[in-house]
């Protein structure tokens, strides 16, 4: 039999455990009397720009410049292509436009001799009507000749005959005018022609130089790089992902559940703790919210409308630009857990 005091102690352990239990779970939830002034979450996280880099055209791999996780600037050589294929086809698209460019310059050639063809057929029309009235007017004299018994008929049929041939020479001379004012006018629609043709051998160079150039994988931006994944001899495809690069650039992203956002405003101080650095915290604000909850944006979106319905609490992404000044922005990498205490809004 257990004694009064033994029984009286188990009673009073009993309640101690239960109202430091009871304690416990209220400070676990930041509920009163342990609420605080500031909103706090766990589900937040690092988040940076993280671009793939690729080559536009396919080739072996020359040389790769770069290591795993190395740090570059904007404008470093990362990885450079075989370039004696694309040069050749600069080379070839060079001696092309040069072609068509020849071809161009000997239009105003062309068209200096077809003018002077023209008036050199308008001559001949000239002579052949000067021709044809001199032979009229023979005719008419030898017809009063002959009508007077000075001249044969046989002289008169050669002066007729002469006409005719006059006649013919001019229609023969105004036809070779005409052609040769088609032909300048040909000349018209070959200019437009070569001029397209030009046109056409330069985009074919500047294209063959943009190749030529994408042979040559620049960093765009300063960062660090990821996994290189691109070796030297390597023949690699027009879009393939050759390396990844990060910028120093970032900022965090924080969860926060929809009832703890009458609380937060664009501006507000927050204190960011990082896990991966031993809890070291970072300065910043709330800079903006998103425009719908996290659920929105999944791919396979819920619906509401049908069976029993439990109300679950959503959160919202809430993105936080970090204040420099502290120097230690390069540890931050994007996928990094963080813990985010937003401050008092006032």
């Known amino acids: 039999m257990l004694s009064n005091a033994t029984r009286h102690i188990a009673t009073f352990l009993t309640i101690v455990i239960a ?10 939830w930041g509920l009163p009397p342990f609420a605080t002034a500031s909103e706090r979450t766990e589900d937040a996280y690092v988040h940076g720009m993280v671009t793939p880099l690729s080559t536009e055209v396919s080739g072996t791999v020359k040389s790769v410049a770069v290591r795993d996780y190395e740090r570059v600037a904007k404008g470093d050589l990362l990885i450079q292509l075989d370039t004696r294929g694309f040069a050749e ?18 239009i105003a050639q062309e068209r200096a001799i077809a003018t002077s063809n023209i008036e050199a057929a308008d001559a001949s029309v000239d002579a052949a009507q000067a021709s044809l009235a001199a032979a009229r007017k023979n005719l008419e004299r030898a017809t009063h000749l002959q009508e007077r018994g000075v001249m044969t008929e046989s002289d008169t049929e050669d002066l007729q005959l002469s006409q005719e041939k006059a006649l013919a020479a001019l229609r023969q001379a105004k036809a070779q005018a005409g052609m040769a004012r088609q032909s300048l006018a040909a000349l018209d629609t070959s200019e437009s022609a070569r001029e397209a043709a030009v046109s056409q ?24 790089l990821g996994e290189v994944s691109a070796h030297q001899g390597q023949y690699v495809s027009a879009g393939s992902r050759l390396l990844t690069i990060v910028p120093d650039d970032v900022w965090i992203v924080a969860n926060f559940k929809e009832t703890q956002l009458d609380r937060l405003r664009i501006g507000q101080p927050v204190q960011v703790s990082v896990d991966a650095l031993g809890g070291t915290e970072y300065a910043g604000h709330i800079e903006r919210f998103s425009p719908a909850t996290g659920s929105q944006f999944s791919v396979l979106g819920s619906s509401n409308a049908t069976g029993n319905f439990i109300k679950i609490v959503q959160r919202v992404p809430v993105l936080i630009s970090l204040d420099k000044g502290r120097g230690q922005e390069a540890l931050l990498a994007p996928g990094m857990s963080v813990v985010v205490s937003a401050g008092s809004n006032g």
Request: proline content about 2%; aromatic content about 4%; glycine content about 8%.
């Open 89 to 106: 086809k600069l080379a070839q698209a060079k001696a092309q436009l040069a072609s068509s460019e020849a071809s161009l310059s000997g």
């Open 19 to 28: 109202v430091a239990g009871i304690f416990g779970v209220l400070l676990a």
């Open 201 to 224: 051998a330069r985009a074919a160079v500047s294209l063959a130089q943009i190749d030529l150039d994408n042979t040559s994988v620049f960093a765009p931006i300063d960062g660090r």
